[in-house]
């Protein structure tokens, strides 16, 4: 327990002689630390023997007492460390103190030839020690001058003047002092990587309680985007062992078509600067054997090390999921898609209302002020019938395009009033076409049925689907030209009926399919528009559709009529709930044969069927 405790209070002691300007270098303050110990520990044990030297010897000869200074000078040298924080200075003061020993020992026991001169190779394998390549070649500057200093001295026969050491006393002091000086460097390099490596292992405890902390995962990678090392955070995210992610183990998991777009990632992050971000999908494991399932991931890379990028551990990078954020997102997008929808809508709103009101209200006040005024009573009897005929059409007129704008509106907000009941469906048919027929023979159209004879009962909100042969019916009539037919037709196919209304009308252009039933949408040309109307009756025959779960089906083309199929469930009494979801499915119809069957197209049946469960 003492011995722990003096080693701390050495360990504080030696900190607190480190220089300020490397104490926040964890690296460099070791080097420091180690230098002065060493250095330090030389010098003392020196003045601790010289008092015994001194008694042994007597009054010390000039070489013995340069000998002397060069024992006591590497203290100076961590005095200088400790006060200016200059490592290559005190290496080179230290390496000047121990070239000049070895020059004494070999001066006094021989010269050149002296074992002792052996020891200046000693002088810059000291200082290379500490790791700084200009304390190196400083020390090896001086042991060669050393070396030459010696060599001058033999040659110029100087040595004989010096006192010359017995072998006994020479070979003894030379040993101790160079075993001392040796087991010092090894004590203290010893303790030194010991620190160190308690520091490295601090670290790497931290650096895995960091990963452990975290949820992202951390993988680091090569420069061809091998895996080398992942975090334990690859269980959570990928529901895998880190080591299963080594090599291409990670690759593999990467949604096929992103796979160039990451690699492409850890290839610039590698030889760049600056992070690069990628966004991709990966496959990750369920808890349940083979429930896989895909989320969408982020990476972001870094470069390691410096330039040249070494061919291992060349990038770390950090992914975590953002499957969430990415949801957030398209959210938002269609959040604002959908207000940009409902914007141009208001504006097609406003703009065909104002149309189909002011219209009939003009006609209404007009006529109307002319059967008031004073001077009606000089109008004739039949302009006066006809004046309040167009008066009354114009009304009927306002009142139906209100009615379309409350039937939108209770559909889309989920109050239309919903009441299935079962109901013959063919006799619905037939008085939905005895209401048409004069219409249509007015217009020099011919109006046909094509009704199965096995139907069962509908069980569905009657008024609403009259709504829908009513208003396909009107639809029909109004842009088939006179001489052209409407039919109407209805059979079971499974579990379904269908309703078909098919004509040899104008036809819809192809451009125009896609946007069949959206609101107060009115195909073709505004300038070149014959017909009249809001835009309204097949939206909401659209929605009266999607109450009843089910389908409509639109396939057209110009010039060769429209045909409309609507698929119900024999049983409606699960529907009911908004039918915003619900789409058109718009088909291009083919040219006929002179049979008047579709060249190449699919029957009605066939065509209802590729309309089933199709939602937006």
């Not at 075993?179 to 790497?204: D, F, P």
């Not at 009573?377 to 167009?390: C, G, H, K, S, V």
């Not at 109901?423 to 027929?437: E, K, N, P, T, Y």
């Not at 469930?569 to 088909?587: E, I, M, Q």
Request: hydrophobic share 45%; net charge neutral; charged share 20%.
């Amino acid at each position: 327990m003492r011995i722990t405790e003096t080693l701390s209070a050495i360990e504080a002691r030696l900190a607190g002689l480190v220089h300020e300007s490397v104490r926040d270098d964890p690296v460099a303050c070791l080097q420091h630390e180690r230098f002065i110990l060493s250095r330090m520990s030389v010098g003392v044990i020196a003045l601790a023997c010289l008092p015994l030297f001194l008694l042994m010897r007597g009054a010390p000869s000039p070489a013995e007492t340069v000998a002397v200074v060069c024992l006591v000078a590497p203290i100076l040298a961590a005095v200088l460390l400790s006060r200016n924080g200059r490592l290559a200075l005190a290496h080179a003061v230290s390496s000047a103190s121990l070239a000049g020993l070895v020059v004494c020992l070999a001066a006094t026991s021989g010269g050149v030839s002296s074992p002792a001169a052996v020891w200046l190779v000693a002088v810059p394998l000291e200082a290379l020690l500490s790791g700084s390549m200009r304390a190196a070649l400083a020390a090896s500057g001086i042991a060669g001058l050393s070396a030459l200093l010696l060599t001058f001295l033999d040659v110029a026969g100087l040595l004989p003047a010096l006192e010359p050491w017995p072998t006994t006393i020479a070979m003894p002091v030379f040993a101790a002092t160079a075993l001392a000086h040796g087991a010092t460097l090894a004590l203290e390099h010893s303790r030194a990587e010991l620190k160190r490596g308690a520091i490295i292992e601090a670290r790497e405890a931290r650096d895995r309680s960091l990963l452990q902390a975290i949820d992202d995962l951390v993988t680091w990678h090569d420069r061809n985007g091998h895996v080398l090392k992942a975090s334990s955070a690859a269980t959570k995210l990928l529901g895998a062992l880190p080591a299963s992610l080594a090599g291409r183990g990670f690759l593999a998991r990467v949604h096929v078509s992103d796979r160039p777009a990451f690699l492409k990632a850890i290839s610039e992050a590698a030889t760049s600067p600056h992070p690069v971000v990628v966004q991709f999908r990966l496959h990750v494991r369920g808890a349940a054997q083979g429930a896989d399932r895909v989320i969408w991931a982020e990476t972001r890379a870094h470069r390691i090390g410096g330039d040249p990028v070494p061919d291992d551990y060349a990038v770390v990078a950090v992914t975590r999921d953002v499957s969430d954020h990415k949801r957030h997102a398209e959210e938002l997008d269609g959040a604002r898609a959908k207000a940009e929808r409902a914007d141009e809508s208001k504006g097609r709103f406003l703009a065909t209302v104002s149309h189909e009101l002011r219209t009939p209200l003009n006609a209404i006040i007009g006529f109307s002020e002319m059967l008031a005024s004073p001077g009606s009573l000089q109008i004739a009897p039949d302009r006066q019938r006809e004046y309040a005929e167009i008066i009354h059409q114009s009304g009927q007129h306002l009142l139906d395009v209100v009615n379309t704008l409350l039937d939108m509106s209770k559909i889309e907000t989920g109050n239309f009033d919903f009441v299935p009941e079962p109901f013959d469906l063919g006799a619905v048919i037939g008085s939905c076409c005895d209401l048409m027929q004069l219409k249509a023979e007015q217009a020099g159209v011919a109006l046909s049925r094509d009704i199965a004879r096995d139907l069962p009962e509908l069980v569905a909100d009657g008024r609403a689907c009259r709504q829908i042969l009513i208003n396909l019916l009107s639809n029909a009539v109004k842009f088939t030209p006179s001489g052209g037919g409407v039919r109407v037709g209805a059979q079971r196919r499974h579990d379904r009926l269908e309703l078909t209304v098919s004509d040899s009308g104008i036809g819809i252009a192809e451009a125009d399919l896609p946007r069949l039933g959206d609101p107060f949408f009115q195909a073709g040309s505004p300038y070149a528009r014959t017909h009249d109307g809001t835009g309204l009756g097949l939206s909401v025959v659209r929605g009266l559709v999607g109450l009843h779960q089910g389908e409509l089906t639109i396939e057209s083309a110009p010039g060769e009529g429209t045909c409309v199929t609507v698929s119900l469930p024999v049983d409606c009494r699960s529907g009911g709930a908004p039918a915003g979801a619900r789409r058109v499915l718009a088909l291009p119809r083919r040219r006929q044969h002179a049979s008047g069957t579709l060249s190449g197209a699919p029957s009605n049946a066939n065509l209802s069927q590729r309309g089933m469960n199709q939602r937006a």
